[in-house]
C-alpha cells in the first residue's frame, strides 16, 4: 500500500512538472513580423550632388533619419546597388539622435553584417544588417554613422533627403557629437530600416517624384505630406501599427529613366519587396506628360501612362497590396504647362478617377486646384513655381488623405 502511495505522489509531482514546462500552459508570445519603418529609393547620385570635400573614403558620415513605427529590434539595409566598384565600410553604428549632429551616446549600438563589422558592399550589391536589439520609439529621429574606407567614384544614394547629414575626417562613430564637420543635405547607401513588430503592423508605400520627395518641404522639418500622413497615423489609435515608407525620387518619370530609374524600373524594388506592405499610394506622372513635345505625344504619354498604372496595380494586387491612386496636381502657369499637356492630365486624372481601376482615389487634383481656374494650384500653397507645393501644401495634402483607408488589415 505504502509502495502505490508513493508511486501515486511520483506520478502527480511528474504530471506537475510537465504541465509547467509544456508550451501550451504559458501565454503565447506575440507573433511578430518585419515591417519596414523607414525607406528611401536609390539611384545614381548625380555629379553635383556628391558628397563635399572631403568626400567619405577614410571619413565618417552621420545621417539622420525620422522612422514611424517602433519596435524592439531593427536591421538595417545598405546599397552600393548603381556604383561601379565596391564600397568598404569600417564600422557601422545607429543610436538616437539628439539633434543636429549630436546623438545620445547611450543608445549607441554597433552592427554587424553576417557577424562582421567591417565589410565591403559590392558594386550592383545590397545588404543587410544583422537584427539588433534596439529600443525604437514611434516617430523617433536615428542617427546611421559609417566610418567609411574606400569608396568608389561614383555613389549610390539619394540626394533629395530634405534632412542634413554631417561628414567628419575623425573616425567618431561612436561620439556624441563632431567636433569638426561640413554639412550636406543628401543621404548616401542607407535604403531601409525594417522593425520586428507585432502581426497587426503593416506599411503604406508612398510611390513618386519630387512633389513625393518633398521639394519644397522643410529641411530637417520633416514634413512632406508622406510624414504628415505617417504623424497622423501614428497619432491616431486604430492605425498607430501602421508605417508610411517614402520612395519618392526627384524628376523621376515612370515611363523612362529621367532621374533615377523609371518607375516602372524599381517598382518591384520600391514596393513589391519592401518589407510588410499592405497599401501603396501611387503619385506620379506630371514629369512624363511635361517632357511631352506635342498634342500627339502627350496623349500617347497619356494612354502609355494609364497602361503603366494598371500594370503597376495588377503587380500590386497579386502580392496583396491595395492600390490607391492619386490624381496628378495642377500644374497651370507652370514651366510644364501647355494646352495640350493639359489635356493629357486631364484624360489620364479621368480615368483615375472613374475607371474603378484603384482600389480607392485620392484626388489631390481637386484638393489642391484653384476652385475658379482649375488647372492652377491655389494660391498661396506652391513654392512659386506652380508646381511644386510648398510646406503648407503638403500638409494640406497630408491631412486631405481618409486614415479610414487603412482601418483594415
Known sequence: MSVKTSCFKI??????ALLILSPGCSPKPEATRWVGTWASSQQLVEPHNMPPEPGLTNNTLRQIVRTSIGGDSLRLKLSNLFSDDSVELNEVMIALSSGSHTT????????????????????GE??????????????????????????????????????????????????AGFDDFVETDHWYLINA?????????????????SITDGRGSGTNKQNRWPDILAQRLANNEATANISVLNH???????????????ALDRFQRDVIDQQGVK???ILIGVNDIGQTPDSTAAMTVADDLIAAFSSMIEDAHAAGIKVYGCTILPFGESFYYAPFREEARLKVNDWIRNSKSFDAVIDFDLATQTPEFPRIMQVGIH???????????????????????????
Do not use: Q
Not at 104 to 123: C, K, M, V, Y
Not at 151 to 175: A, E, Q
Open 11 to 16: 506520478s502527480l509531482s511528474l504530471i506537475a
Open 104 to 123: 545620445d551616446s547611450t543608445t549607441n549600438t554597433p552592427l554587424s553584417f553576417g557577424g562582421e563589422r567591417t565589410i565591403s558592399i559590392a558594386a
Open 126 to 175: 545590397e545588404i543587410i544588417s544583422d537584427p539588433v536589439a534596439f529600443k525604437l520609439e514611434p516617430l523617433s529621429e536615428l542617427a546611421i554613422t559609417i566610418s567609411f574606407g574606400n569608396t568608389p567614384d561614383n555613389i549610390t544614394g539619394h540626394p533629395g533627403s530634405r534632412t542634413t547629414s554631417y561628414l567628419t575626417t575623425n573616425n567618431s562613430v561612436k561620439d
Open 193 to 209: 530600416i525594417d522593425v520586428k513588430a507585432p502581426e497587426t503592423a503593416a506599411a503604406v508605400v508612398t510611390l513618386g517624384n
Open 248 to 262: 519618392g525620387v526627384g524628376g523621376n518619370c515612370v515611363l523612362k529613366p529621367c532621374l533615377g530609374e523609371s
Open 279 to 281: 497599401w501603396l499610394i
Open 383 to 409: 513654392t512659386g513655381d506652380y508646381l511644386h507645393p510648398n510646406e503648407k501644401g503638403y500638409k494640406l495634402m497630408g491631412e486631405y488623405i481618409d486614415l479610414k483607408l487603412f482601418s483594415e488589415l
